[in-house]
């Protein structure tokens, strides 16, 4: 019998295996969690995993502990990691800003998730900065959730607190992402068939709104030098946006 090589895509998928499996717990009470989960996210540096639990829970596991957890138990054994939790944050002590698992509960059905980080020299548009509510540091990681309501809501990471509940999408927000820029420049894609760019800088004030879609709005994507944003839709079609 003939043997043929493999294509790149034959290989890719021959290399691939899974190393593990995250199961949500079953909620049937308060229904927070246990349904589908619609979406997850790495953290710039590595350093946290996010996914949603079906629900209004988004779960945050260290990545390294994830994977070491991986390691021990195999696939299937590491539905919950509470068993072997890192210290809660001190923030007097030496486990400040050390990834810890913990859960957030966003009040609303989870659609989707972004990891933002500061850049310090990235400053905000606005001129006034001096009346800025929030100062974001270079060590400050933020979590943006996308809602069933249309509000897209800022978590600091570290301490759980919501820095931002931002009110302006109609419908349920499909997709988050921060410029790659360090700039905090966000970009919610919504059923409401526009996509709104936020400010975190300048205290989440929204700087443009986006209307080239005739439908729903599922999916965006920045250039990498930020510049331009581009994004998909229920109208079949890629729309480009320059943002500079």
């Given at each position: ?8 895509n ?96 966003c ?25 800025h ?32 509940n ?5 419908e ?7 410029a ?31 209307r ?19 994004s ?5 079609a ?7």
């Open positions: 019998m003939a043997s043929f090589p493999l294509s790149v034959e290989k890719l998928i021959a290399r691939s295996r899974t190393i593990g499996e995250l199961l949500a717990p079953i909620s049937p009470f308060d229904k927070k969690c246990g349904r589908e989960n619609w979406t997850v996210a790495f953290a710039p540096d590595g350093s946290y995993f996010a996914w949603s639990q079906g629900h209004r829970i988004v779960k945050l596991v260290p990545w390294s502990q994830c994977l070491n957890n991986f390691s021990l138990h195999g696939t299937k054994n590491v539905a919950n990691l509470n068993n072997s939790r890192l210290p809660r944050q001190d923030s007097d002590g030496g486990q400040k800003n050390k990834p810890r698992e913990h859960i957030i509960d009040g609303d059905i989870v659609w989707s998730l972004a990891f933002g980080s500061s850049v310090p020299e990235k400053q905000s548009r606005c001129v006034n900065i001096e009346w509510r929030f100062k974001f540091g270079q060590d400050q990681l933020l979590l943006a959730t996308g809602l069933s309501n249309g509000r897209v809501k800022i978590w600091d990471v570290y301490t759980e607190k919501l820095l931002l931002l009110m302006d999408h109609a349920v927000v499909r997709d988050l992402t921060f790659p820029d360090g700039s905090l420049i966000l970009v919610s894609s919504s059923r409401d068939k526009t996509l709104r760019v936020w400010d975190l800088k300048d205290d989440g004030n929204m700087i443009k709104v986006l080239g879609h005739t439908n729903w709005v599922f999916g965006c994507a920045f250039s990498p030098d930020s510049s331009v944003l581009c998909v839709g229920a109208s079949k890629v729309v480009a946006a320059i943002l500079v």
